[in-house]
Structure formats: C-alpha cells, structure tokens
C-alpha cells in the first residue's frame, strides 16, 4: 500500500489562508471575542454556486472540508453564517457526529446544506451497507452525495481494474442507492497516482455523479488529467477539486502577492487568488477547503465573493511564483519523478509525509505513516535527485526535501 492511500492523513482536502490563520489553529479552543461576535453574526447571503454537473444541483463554489477540524461545531455556525452551504466529511475525518449534532439542532439548515459523506467500499453491496452507517453517524435520513473514497491500489485486485466505473454491478449499486432516496448522487474521490485513468473510465461509464480529485488550477492543456477533466466535464460528471496546494510555507504568503500584479490590484492573498484561479476553470463546480479556524472561513468567503475569472496570463504568473516559493506538496502525478530518478522510493509519497509534517503539523501521523512504508519505498540513497527534480512538475527539490525526510521522519 502507498503512503498515498492510507486512510486518515490523505483523506482530507488542504489549503491554508493565512499565518494569522495557522496562528489561530494552534490556539483553537479559546475563542476570541472577535469569534464569539462573529458567531452571534447575521446570516449573510449564500455563497455563490455552480450546477454539479448533469444533476444540475447547486452548490456552493467554496465548501467546508472537516478533516479533524479543531472546534468544529464553532466552524460549521460560522461558516453557514459566512454563506457556505456545502459540507465535506467521511468516516475517517470523525467530524460526522459533530455534523449530524448541528444539523439536528437546526433542521432548517439541513435543508439548505449540500451534504457529502465518504466510506471505503470493497463491493458494491459494501457500499450499500455502508451508506445506512453513514447516515447512522450523521444522523439523517440522507445525503445529497456519497462517495467511495480515496479510489485506489489499497482497494484491492477489483479497483486495480480500472474498468469498475464501467461495469454493470457498480452501476446496478449506485442506482439502488439512489432509488432508495438515502443518496442524491454518487461518485468517488480520487487522488490516486491513476486518477487521469479512473477518470476517463468514469466518463464513459456513464453512471457517476461526481468525482472530487486533487486539481491544480495551472494544468497544461494537453495534461492526461485536463483531457480526463474535459471528458468527465463532457459527461455531465460533476467536479469537485480538492488537496490543491499546500507545502508552501509561509512564503507564500510575503514573496508572491510581489510577483503577481493581479493580486496587488485585486488586493487578494496568495491563497485567495489560488481560489479565483481555480474557479476560473468553468468545469470545477466547487472547491474542497479544509477551513480550521475562523479567520480561514472568513478570507476564503471574501475571496468567493470578490470573484471574477482569471485570465492565462495571470494564472501563470501565480503559478510561477508559488512554484519560485518551493513547494513541498508532491502533486501526486505518475510518479515520473521516481522513474527519471531510477528509484524505486516513492519519492512523492516521502515529499508529501514531510509537507504533513512541517506544514500541517501532524507530526505522529507523518512519522506513523512513515514506519508504515516499506524499507525500498523509503530507500532513496541510489536516487539521481537531479534528474528527478527535472522530470517533476512541481519542481520538488529533493536533493533538500529528501534529507529533511529523513531527519524528520525516522
Ligand atoms: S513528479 Fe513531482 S508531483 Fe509527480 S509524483 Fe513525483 S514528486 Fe509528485
């Protein structure tokens, strides 16, 4: 199994605001009395939506992601009154209790909040079953998408085949789910180093609903990934991006606004211009953001609303400067990185430990998931680090991440 594919720690969707943000995740728990202003707040407008692809349901283009969010039930009554009407959870992420708590406290929201859970099916009757667990834990009779998560080679030998979005007895699945009412829709979330693969079958299976993957807003046009986008796009799957930066450091925040002049002229932050340029990708409905403080939800919701599409041109200048800051989050593409280094360490997946490490401040789980690796894929000594670095596009600096790895992580 890939570090990629294990169950807690990837499962979520990141993307940091702001220092004052981080500032505030560490002391999570003593609310301010600017928070507490903040929570007795008029409900403002709804944020913005897009139609979820064929379904054409609305959804929030910025939703709330719940990965092991600290002082959740504060985030979700500020994050509704901030307009966010799209919730992220899954079994892994702990937060469905706390959802299905608040939900039950204010029914009228429930009705208003487009509700997404995950679970880890090995068959489609698995899927089923897991669904009613689902709703058990939220505390609902339904949900308005339910998503086979993490799609993957930890699945086993029937989704290493990639024709499972093809075949007759998922699609038999999905339908019964939907027929029963518990699910609105259907699909999967994939980060999966196959993902461009998994997408493409998707798109001419013709049965899912709706795909959240992990997306970068600079894809080259003629990328495996953008060409699987335009297909699932084509099908009426609807998209929803997620894990689309992070492992920038705080750099981010000083050194790019000075390189990007659309950012100083739309007086935005780097991240909130991360946003816009992910929006401007028509075929995203919404974006999965791990909000964890209220400062996040608060600059992530002005973003939304001070939005209006990017131009190329702009959108390479913000890309060459995040990727200037040294970006330590592997994208988790075809792994070329390994295969021009002639390794067999998984040079991605030790890149991607390390940004949990540093950046997110997991330091167990990166160190846990580190042991769990086996001895070859954390085994980068006869690595040629040059010729890796050139071959990656995010241009991950090894010859500097991969030591820190080790010292970090072993
Ligand atoms: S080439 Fe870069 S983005 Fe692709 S798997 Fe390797 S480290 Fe990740």
Redesign the pocket.
């Known amino acids: 199994m890939s570090v990629s594919d294990q169950n807690a720690l990837d499962r979520r969707e990141w993307m940091k605001v702001s220092a004052a943000g981080v500032a505030a995740t560490a002391v999570a728990g003593s609310a301010s009395a600017q928070d507490k202003a903040d929570e007795v707040q008029k409900v403002s407008d709804p944020v913005p939506t897009r139609p979820l692809g064929r379904s054409g349901i609305p959804v929030s283009m910025l939703n709330l992601g719940t990965w092991r969010n600290p002082g959740l039930d504060r985030l979700l009554r500020f994050s509704y009154a901030n307009g966010v009407r799209y919730l992220d959870t899954a079994k892994s992420y702990g937060s469905e209790p706390a959802i299905g708590r608040w939900l039950k406290d204010n029914p009228d929201a429930r009705k208003n909040i487009f509700l997404v859970t995950k679970d880890h099916p090995n068959t489609p009757d698995q899927l089923i079953k897991q669904l009613d667990e689902r709703l058990a834990a939220l505390q609902t009779d339904y949900v308005d998408l339910f998503f086979i998560h993490g799609i993957g080679d930890s699945y086993g030998k029937d989704y290493k085949s990639l024709d499972w979005p093809k075949s007759k007895e998922w699609k038999d699945a999905f339908e019964k789910i939907k027929k029963s009412g518990k699910a609105k829709l259907v699909g999967f979330s994939c980060h999966d180093q196959k993902r461009t693969e998994f997408l493409e079958s998707a798109a001419q299976g013709g049965f899912v609903d709706a795909i959240m993957v992990q997306y970068s807003p600079w894809l080259d046009k003629d990328a495996p990934l953008n060409r699987a986008l335009d297909a699932c796009h084509k099908a009426g799957i609807g998209l929803i991006s997620m894990k689309q930066v992070a492992g920038t450091g705080d750099n981010i925040l000083n050194d790019v606004p000075k390189h990007v002049p659309y950012l100083k002229e739309k007086k935005l932050s780097a991240y909130q211009g991360l946003l816009h340029a992910i929006w401007s990708d028509e075929r995203i409905s919404s974006v999965c953001v791990s909000m964890r403080n209220t400062d996040q939800i608060r600059e992530n919701t002005a973003a939304i609303k001070s939005y209006e599409p990017m131009k190329l041109t702009d959108i390479h200048q913000l890309r060459d400067a995040v990727l200037a800051c040294g970006k330590t989050l ?9 295969t021009a280094g002639g390794t067999k360490a998984k ?2 997946d030790l ?1 991607r430990l390390l940004t949990y490490h540093e950046d997110f401040g997991y330091r167990s789980e990166a160190k846990r998931m580190f042991r769990e690796m086996d001895a070859e894929s954390r085994d980068w000594a006869d690595a040629d680090l040059a010729a890796a670095e050139a ?4 241009k ?1 600096k090894f010859s500097s991440l991969l030591p820190r790895v080790n010292q970090c992580l072993s």
């Open positions: 592997c994208a988790d593409c075809t792994g070329q990185c390994a040079l991605g890149t071959a990656c596009p995010n991950l």
